[in-house]
């Protein structure tokens, strides 16, 4: 189709239009989703009256400082759609150091859920998207080139008019000015060379521990005898007491669970433990608790399992106990599993389950206590035993949800396939941010009402059962809060073990009170030495 003349006027406004609009766009959306409103786009930024200048400059430097600006306006465009994603899920920003390896793991889930072939094509696309910035950054400081060149005079006056207009905004009370986007650059590049030393410096710590070398006899004499279960539920956070959409039937819940306990002759104590992860990466939490070290990225749980720090359950070995891991999610191979030093591993091959799954989890979480009991708990003569337990009834997509059914009947755990034909499928449910959360919080009522029943069918004084609520779950349940705290419970039938944890002043019950202390979890491993050994390290 021919372009008239009369057109041609109109089209070339309609394009330099588009070309500032887009530059406009590109420099104040928010990396955030929570942060989009109609006031988020309404700023004057700085960087636009830079730009402006630096398309300006003749000459060898010239060329230099535009390619310069296309390689920052690429990556800020890059890394803001990389930090949505990563806030939607983990709610923090992207960082290219500790992130890189998501997307090995984005591949994995991937060939999983839509097959290989599908999987590489979502890779080329995401290959595609890369290069269509890259070239389009490149067309759009050409174009904007192009329209100063042709009106130089016009151009500095209206960049030195704006700089004037910015200047004088950015000295009211306005806040209307911006420089963004330069911000979050430099925060990232701020957070590259910080994750850069982090590497060194963790790997220069890992391996100093005041425990690497006690014997075992001065470990855990006031569990002499005792089975303990360290158990880790699944998106288990501070939100399930703290939002009031959760909390009225959660902490109802937890109340009937408290007072069951007491009525069976159990005690319960709860309070709150920062987690080094949110909305995901569990064995993030799982490696900081059980380290007793801070592991808030993959490179520093990486550096973890090749050191010869003592985990939890390596201690408890020495002490004497055998020591298990029951992991129903772990489906293929596990490396990892030796750092953390396990006489057995129960994976989801080996629970012996032959039930129908719950879509995504492969088994609801009564029966991999059922399994447990009956695989560890009922032998003769035997050492006590330590078990790390993850359950996972409580892992998104939260539907179809098991339920409680009789102890006796749980079997090889096909009673529960008549449930995972219960309710509404993944895509109805996820297409209702309302029904999301509402699943969600069902979820947390079933694994602890779960967690309480087992306490009451196969607890005393024999058994301490720690229950950690391994990361918050995703901002689309939570909201806007960078919270990371989750509920902690001690559960025993014993007095002197809750005599040895006075001083720790958790809240009686299932509830922790709302001034609760907040420990971070690397602190757990060492407190829950402490407080079980009689010797002082």
Same mark, same amino acid.
């Given at each position: 189709?021919?372009?008239?003349?009369?057109?041609?006027?109109?089209?070339?406004?309609?394009?330099?239009?588009?070309?500032?609009?887009?530059?406009?766009?590109?420099?104040?959306?928010?990396?955030?989703?929570?942060?989009?409103?109609?006031?988020?786009?309404?700023?004057?930024?700085?960087?636009?009256?830079?730009?402006?200048?630096?398309?300006?400059?003749?000459?060898?430097?010239?060329?230099?400082?535009?390619?310069?600006?296309? *390689? =920052?306006?690429? !990556?800020? $465009?890059?890394?803001? /759609? @990389?930090?949505?994603?990563?806030? +939607?899920?983990?709610? %923090?920003?992207?960082?290219?150091?500790?992130?890189?390896?998501?997307?090995?793991?984005?591949?994995?889930?991937?060939?999983?859920?839509?097959?290989?072939?599908?999987?590489?094509?979502?890779?080329?696309?995401?290959? *595609? =998207?890369?290069? !269509?910035? $890259?070239?389009?950054? /490149? @067309?759009?400081?050409?174009?904007? +080139?192009?329209?100063? %060149?042709?009106?130089?005079?016009?151009?500095?006056?209206?960049?030195?008019?704006?700089?004037?207009?910015?200047?004088?905004?950015?000295?009211?009370?306005?806040?209307?000015?911006?420089?963004?986007?330069?911000?979050?650059?430099?925060?990232?590049?701020?957070?590259?060379?910080?994750?850069?030393?982090?590497?060194?410096?963790?790997?220069?710590?890992?391996?100093?521990?005041?425990?690497?070398?006690?014997?075992?006899?001065?470990?855990?004499?006031?569990?002499?005898?005792?089975?303990?279960?360290?158990?880790?539920?699944?998106?288990?956070?501070?939100?399930?007491?703290?939002?009031?959409?959760?909390?009225?039937?959660?902490?109802?819940?937890?109340?009937?669970?408290?007072?069951?306990?007491?009525?069976?002759?159990?005690?319960?104590?709860?309070?709150?433990?920062?987690?080094?992860?949110?909305?995901?990466?569990?064995?993030?939490?799982?490696?900081?608790?059980?380290?007793?070290?801070?592991?808030?990225?993959?490179?520093?749980?990486?550096?973890?399992?090749?050191?010869?720090?003592?985990?939890?359950?390596?201690?408890?070995?020495?002490?004497?106990?055998?020591?298990?891991?029951?992991?129903?999610?772990?489906?293929?191979?596990?490396?990892?599993?030796?750092?953390?030093?396990?006489?057995?591993?129960?994976?989801?091959?080996?629970?012996?389950?032959?039930?129908?799954?719950?879509?995504?989890?492969?088994?609801?979480?009564?029966?991999?206590?059922?399994?447990?009991?009956?695989?560890?708990?009922?032998?003769?003569?035997?050492?006590?035993?330590?078990?790390?337990?993850?359950?996972?009834?409580?892992?998104?997509?939260?539907?179809?949800?098991?339920?409680?059914?009789?102890?006796?009947?749980?079997?090889?755990?096909?009673?529960?396939?008549?449930?995972?034909?219960?309710?509404?499928?993944?895509?109805?449910?996820?297409?209702?941010?309302?029904?999301?959360?509402?699943?969600?919080?069902?979820?947390?009522?079933?694994?602890?009402?779960?967690?309480?029943?087992?306490?009451?069918?196969?607890?005393?004084?024999?058994?301490?059962?720690?229950?950690?609520?391994?990361?918050?779950?995703?901002?689309?349940?939570?909201?806007?809060?960078?919270?990371?705290?989750?509920?902690?419970?001690?559960?025993?039938?014993?007095?002197?073990?809750?005599?040895?944890?006075?001083?720790?002043?958790?809240?009686?019950?299932?509830?922790?009170?709302?001034?609760?202390?907040?420990?971070?979890?690397?602190?757990?491993?060492?407190?829950?030495?402490?407080?079980?050994?009689?010797?002082?390290?």
């Amino acid at each position: 189709m021919k372009i008239s003349d009369s057109m041609r006027p109109t089209l070339y406004f309609s394009l330099k239009f588009a070309v500032v609009g887009f530059l406009y766009i590109v420099l104040v959306i928010p990396n955030r989703l929570l942060w989009m409103t109609p006031l988020s786009f309404v700023y004057f930024p700085l960087e636009l009256i830079v730009l402006g200048f630096v398309l300006l400059l003749p000459g060898r430097v010239g060329r230099l400082l535009r390619g310069f600006a296309i *390689v =920052l306006l690429a !990556a800020g $465009i890059i890394f803001k /759609i @990389a930090d949505i994603a990563a806030y +939607q899920v983990f709610s %923090r920003p992207f960082n290219p150091v500790f992130d890189v390896y998501l997307l090995a793991d984005g591949m994995n889930l991937l060939k999983g859920a839509i097959g290989a072939f599908g999987a590489f094509l979502v890779a080329v696309l995401l290959l *595609v =998207l890369v290069v !269509a910035i $890259i070239a389009l950054v /490149i @067309a759009v400081v050409v174009v904007v +080139q192009g329209m100063q %060149r042709n009106a130089p005079v016009l151009t500095r006056t209206t960049l030195l008019a704006g700089l004037v207009v910015w200047t004088l905004l950015s000295l009211t009370d306005l806040q209307r000015t911006s420089h963004s986007f330069y911000d979050q650059l430099a925060d990232h590049t701020t957070d590259i060379i910080n994750s850069i030393a982090d590497i060194n410096y963790f790997r220069s710590v890992v391996n100093i521990d005041a425990y690497r070398d006690v014997k075992g006899d001065s470990l855990f004499t006031t569990l002499e005898g005792k089975d303990v279960l360290v158990v880790f539920l699944e998106s288990y956070g501070r939100t399930v007491l703290d939002n009031p959409e959760f909390e009225p039937e959660i902490r109802k819940v937890l109340s009937q669970g408290s007072a069951d306990l007491s009525a069976n002759g159990l005690f319960a104590r709860s309070t709150y433990m920062t987690s080094p992860t949110v909305g995901g990466i569990s064995w993030l939490a799982h490696g900081t608790a059980l380290s007793g070290l801070w592991i808030n990225s993959q490179v520093r749980y990486d550096s973890l399992m090749n050191s010869e720090r003592p985990s939890l359950n390596r201690l408890f070995k020495r002490a004497g106990w055998r020591t298990v891991a029951l992991m129903p999610a772990i489906t293929t191979q596990w490396p990892e599993a030796d750092y953390f030093g396990y006489d057995q591993i129960y994976a989801a091959q080996d629970l012996g389950y032959q039930g129908l799954p719950f879509n995504w989890v492969t088994m609801p979480d009564q029966y991999v206590l059922s399994a447990f009991q009956k695989s560890e708990r009922t032998l003769g003569t035997r050492a006590p035993v330590m078990a790390e337990v993850a359950l996972i009834s409580s892992h998104a997509p939260w539907t179809p949800l098991p339920q409680l059914v009789d102890w006796e009947a749980v079997g090889a755990g096909t009673i529960f396939n008549v449930q995972t034909t219960m309710g509404d499928a993944p895509e109805v449910v996820w297409k209702n941010p309302t029904r999301i959360r509402e699943q969600y919080r069902l979820s947390i009522e079933y694994a602890m009402s779960t967690l309480v029943s087992y306490s009451i069918k196969y607890g005393g004084d024999d058994l301490v059962i720690l229950i950690i609520g391994d990361h918050q779950p995703a901002p689309l349940v939570t909201g806007d809060t960078d919270n990371h705290d989750v509920p902690i419970h001690l559960i025993t039938g014993d007095p002197e073990i809750m005599a040895a944890i006075a001083d720790w002043h958790w809240t009686d019950g299932l509830v922790p009170a709302a001034n609760a202390p907040v420990w971070r979890m690397d602190e757990l491993r060492n407190r829950f030495v402490e407080a079980f050994s009689e010797t002082n390290f």
